[in-house]
């Protein structure tokens, strides 16, 4: 089974970035699609981003388009997610999965999910 591991998170100021990194270790991850959700304390866990896998194709949360760049390293079986000009809405923890089919704005829809990390933005 694929384990997944997100690290890069913090304490930073708004217009600061940050990027996180999610490293899979064990079976090679065949889902078609990976991606990046997050959960704010007391909220639902929602979307941020995702890519395909071999097109390189990406998809964006309203919220976060122009800001944050979701990319991978197949070759080190590594995810990134670059974030720019934070917010404090932005502050959540992060977590990683793998698209298991479906709609992937959905986070039921995934699995393999990592421990998240903690992303806090202060104003």
């Known amino acids: 089974q694929v384990r997944l591991t997100e690290s890069g998170g913090g304490l930073v100021q708004a217009g600061d970035s940050l990027t996180l990194s999610c490293a899979a270790s064990?079976?090679?991850?065949?889902?078609?699609?990976m991606g990046w959700f997050r959960q704010a304390p007391e909220k639902e866990r929602e979307f941020v981003a995702a890519?395909?896998?071999?097109?390189?194709?990406?998809a964006y949360a309203d919220s976060v388009r122009g800001r944050f760049t979701i990319s991978s390293d197949n070759a080190e079986n590594t995810l990134y997610l670059q974030m720019n000009r934070l917010k404090p809405e932005d502050t959540a923890v992060y977590y990683c999965?793998?698209?298991?089919?479906?709609?992937?704005?959905?986070?039921?829809?995934?699995?393999?999910w990592g421990q998240g990390t903690q992303v806090t933005v202060s104003s």
């Open positions: 999965a793998a698209h298991n089919g479906g709609s992937i704005y959905e986070w039921k829809n995934f699995g393999s």
């Open positions: 890519i395909h896998d071999s097109s390189g194709g990406t």
């Open positions: 064990g079976r090679t991850i065949s889902s078609v699609f």
